[in-house]
């Protein structure tokens, strides 16, 4: 279970959400809502380890996050809203990059290529590829990972609706197999999973 207790953030002095208080266990997923520079992506940073909170706690397993960081990255999958590919290399290599240590082999990387409709153009460097395939190639780490949780900064940019359908069916397989989700979305999830919605607005402001 991840759970977030008085959480609170700031940016440039000014305060984004304080007050925050939220679990999500296993096979459970949170859509995280608001409105522009309501702090969402602060949020997702925060609970990743990329920024401090200003107040509030994280823990994992019933542990505080900030006592074994390690290994709660080590149970962590975290895409951002950019896709943070390099553009001279191809699509193999930026996963392989993307991946560091983690030990997956060729064919799996391969496999997952395929599965995202990228295979026939991998050997292409990746500034030749459309912003739909440059997502695809970044939500290919999903299926590359065993980590527990998932934190997903708008995946859907960019995607077609067959690419939509395509990321429904792996986020959904995920929480069936026991995973967390939390992610944020500006448009409405199809996913068939019930998603919780915690709207960072007026209530945490």
């Not at 208080?21 to 608001?34: D, K, N, Y």
């Amino acid at each position: 279970m991840l759970e977030v207790e008085g959480l609170a953030a700031e940016r440039e002095e000014r305060l984004l959400f304080s007050g925050l208080s939220v679990s999500v266990s296993a096979g459970e997923g949170l859509h995280i809502i608001g409105e522009n520079g309501a702090g969402k992506t602060t949020l997702l940073r925060i609970l990743c380890g990329l920024t401090l909170q200003s107040a509030g706690k994280i823990s994992w397993c019933g542990q505080a996050v900030s006592k074994f960081r390690e290994e709660y990255c080590s149970d962590l999958l975290y895409l951002g809203h950019k896709n943070a590919n390099k553009t001279e290399l191809n699509c193999r290599e930026n996963l392989r990059l993307a991946l560091g240590v983690l030990p997956v082999s060729d064919d799996a990387i391969s496999d997952a290529l395929h599965d995202t409709g990228l295979g026939l153009i991998s050997h292409l460097p990746t500034r030749f590829l459309s912003q739909g395939q440059q997502r695809r190639l970044s939500l290919a780490r999903l299926l590359l990972t065993k980590s527990k949780l998932w934190i997903l900064d708008e995946p859907y940019v960019a995607l077609d609706y067959k690419a939509i359908e395509w990321l429904d069916s792996h986020l959904e397989r995920h929480l069936s197999n026991q995973g967390m989700l939390i992610l944020t979305s500006h448009q409405k999830l199809t996913m068939s999973s019930e998603i919780r919605v915690l709207n960072l607005g007026e209530q945490y402001a």
